[in-house]
């Protein structure tokens, strides 16, 4: 047991204030009694074989001592001691392993100094027997080494030098904070241990448990492309560029390549232009370069950080390669790719024998909302023209069926007056409802639902469906007969309408275009949304074959989808895939370094303060309540044996 305040035993000169009253208080009293009382007293005491008011005596006072004894053992704080806190010097190396640790000195990186760092202090440290953990601060922190003696001093070397010569520093932000909390496991077993963090950012607070060792030199300076993207101005792509200096004002040189420029498709090699222009950039200011069509009567000009360069009228690129040709100390964020210049061409067949305009004008919407991914062609065939079955992605056959269904594309039957062979379907007469309009039922939730409500859809007409196989799935039904199917296996990728637009309030509302968008999006999903990320990112892959290969900086393979990529490393990723429809498909997309890594002289906000669990409770058991039930059976006692003593 513990005292961990020995001065409460101070309480126990009660003991001695016990002893002087009881050797001054009187040992009897004058008082007047009866005789009959005496006599009554008497006759007890001479019943009684055994004398107890000796023995009774004895026990009070005992019972009045151990009462002051425990008080003052209480006024001590007792506890019994669980471990003892070490008196060995322990320290945790935080290593910063964000992007911008990659900048260099004399191709000495801020990484490498970190670690160098690390090996120093460990080596202080054991030649004091003392203990060393290591933590890697990335995206999600992890211990390098925990806990190390001096006996396992080759051990932790060697693992440092190992996270150097694989060039482990991270290309995303790093999770400072996180690896603080790490630190507080090491707290538990030892609150005195040191925090060191090895890292190039300045911060507004750090707390005082946490040593700050800055591995940035003070000449280091960056030129960076922050972001890049394209955006379509009069059918014609303009560029915009923002680009930044830390650590100096400078004059840069901009390069942008646009290569396969005006390319009527992917297979088609272009032309390729190039352009350069100086930009001034002031100290930590972003500045903001626009390369706009010059045909649309620009010329080149500067305003407040901004300036607007002409370029060539360019209607599509295949990849425009943006450059700063500056040696600075960090070299990573010098190059900037941008892709999606190139759309895949959808060739849409529509055939009808009373055509309408409804999905013509469906598809023109589309057009315009797809513009950043397809390059929508819709083709109606002539009166009198027999339609195709095959060269298409996309085709839709509106009351007159073609005898067998295409099979190198998605199929929309509308209003089927036959069933065409391969179809899986027998079809029976029309069922006309005179003029009376039915609202339709969802049968089955359905992706292609997404936005619609059914309800608001009636229809006056349709066709029976009497069969169908079991590949497709009932969507909507009217008058319990279902109207609209769907069939998604491999290489068969039907949708069946059993009901003509014109007996039918669809396409009269916005849900017309979106059931069309459904359809796309379901049957032809989009590979990736976007084409331009950040390190660390997780991105949501699709494909329209069984297997998409990603090449590039990463190389992996899917076969389960919607599937997560997820973006550890800068630069171009090739997305790569064969349709179920033989259609070989290729799409890029471009990782960016975290536009904040490119401020190598960044000054964070603050370091999160350490939290330790580790108290006085975690070495010591608190007794209180043990000597606080014993006080209070004392006191029981000493009353019980006070009462007693008239009896």
């Not at 322990?90 to 970190?114: G, K, L, N, P």
Request: charged residues 20%; contains cysteine; negative net charge.
């Amino acid at each position: 047991m513990k005292l961990l305040a020995p001065l409460g035993l101070l309480g126990l000169l009660g003991i001695i204030a016990l002893i002087i009253i009881y050797i001054i208080k009187p040992n009897f009293q004058q008082k007047y009694i009866s005789s009959t009382y005496v006599w009554k007293l008497s006759l007890k005491y001479k019943k009684k074989r055994i004398p107890t008011s000796k023995l009774r005596n004895f026990l009070i006072i005992f019972c009045q001592i151990a009462i002051i004894a425990a008080c003052a053992l209480i006024l001590s704080k007792p506890n019994q001691v669980l471990k003892a806190q070490s008196d060995v010097r322990e320290v945790i190396a935080i290593i910063d392993s964000s992007a911008s640790m990659r900048a260099q000195t004399d191709e000495y990186s801020r990484f490498e100094r970190a670690a160098d760092g690390v090996l120093e202090l460990s080596d202080e440290v054991f030649s004091q027997n003392g203990v060393v953990s290591v933590l890697v601060a990335n995206d999600e922190p992890y211990f390098l080494a925990e806990r190390l003696a001096a006996e396992n001093k080759e051990t932790l070397i060697n693992n440092v030098k190992k996270l150097v010569r694989d060039n482990a520093c991270s290309y995303g932000v790093s999770d400072v904070d996180g690896a603080i909390a790490l630190c507080e496991d090491v707290l538990t077993e030892n609150p005195s241990a040191k925090i060191y963090l090895f890292t190039d950012n300045a911060y507004s607070y750090v707390p005082s448990s946490v040593t700050l060792m800055n591995v940035s030199g003070e000449d280091e300076w960056n030129a960076a492309i922050l972001n890049a993207y394209a955006e379509v101005e009069e059918n014609y792509y303009t560029f915009f560029v923002e680009v930044a200096c830390y650590g100096r004002n400078s004059e840069i040189e901009l390069n942008i390549t646009v290569s396969g420029a005006n390319a009527s498709d992917k297979t088609d090699t272009g032309a390729v232009y190039s352009y350069e222009t100086l930009v001034t950039c002031p100290q930590d200011t972003v500045q903001r370069i626009i390369f706009r069509n010059q045909e649309s009567g620009i010329e080149e000009y500067e305003t407040e950080n901004v300036t607007v360069y002409p370029i060539d009228a360019l209607y599509s690129y295949q990849v425009v390669n943006i450059a700063i040709n500056e040696t600075d100390s960090f070299a990573e964020d010098n190059n900037f790719y941008i892709y999606g210049g190139q759309k895949e061409v959808l060739k849409v067949q529509y055939a009808s024998s009373a055509p309408n305009s409804f999905f013509n004008a469906a598809f023109l919407v589309l057009k315009a909302g797809y513009a950043d991914r397809w390059d929508i062609v819709f083709n109606e065939v002539k009166q009198g023209e027999a339609p195709l079955t095959e060269g298409y992605d996309f085709y839709i056959f509106e009351h007159q069926m073609p005898e067998s269904l295409p099979t190198d594309g998605v199929v929309l039957l509308v209003d089927p007056d036959s069933a065409p062979a391969g179809s899986g379907l027998q079809v029976g007469d029309a069922y006309d409802y005179r003029g009376q309009q039915i609202p339709l039922t969802e049968e089955n939730p359905h992706e292609i639902l997404k936005g619609i409500d059914p309800e608001i859809i009636t229809l006056s007409r349709f066709v029976k469906i009497i069969r169908h196989d079991a590949g497709y799935e009932e969507v909507l039904s009217c008058d319990n007969s279902p109207v609209l199917l769907i069939k998604d296996e491999g290489a068969t990728k039907v949708g069946v309408m059993s009901f003509g637009l014109d007996y039918s309030s669809l396409a009269l509302l916005p849900e017309f275009p979106l059931l069309i968008r459904n359809l796309l999006n379901y049957f032809l999903p989009p590979t990736v949304v976007g084409n331009s990320f950040e390190v660390n990112e997780k991105v949501t892959l699709n494909a329209r074959g069984e297997t998409l290969y990603v090449s590039g900086n990463a190389e992996q393979s899917f076969d389960e989808f919607p599937a997560t990529l997820t973006l550890a490393l800068p630069g171009t990723y090739d997305l790569n895939q064969t349709t179920y429809f033989g259609k070989s498909v290729t799409e890029s997309i471009y990782v960016r370094i975290p536009a904040a890594e490119s401020n190598i002289k960044a000054v964070a906000d603050s370091i999160a303060e350490p939290y330790s669990e580790a108290t006085a409770e975690d070495f010591y058991k608190d007794l209180l309540f043990c000597f606080a039930v014993a006080l209070v059976v004392l006191e029981f006692c000493e009353w019980w044996l006070q009462s007693r003593e008239g009896m």
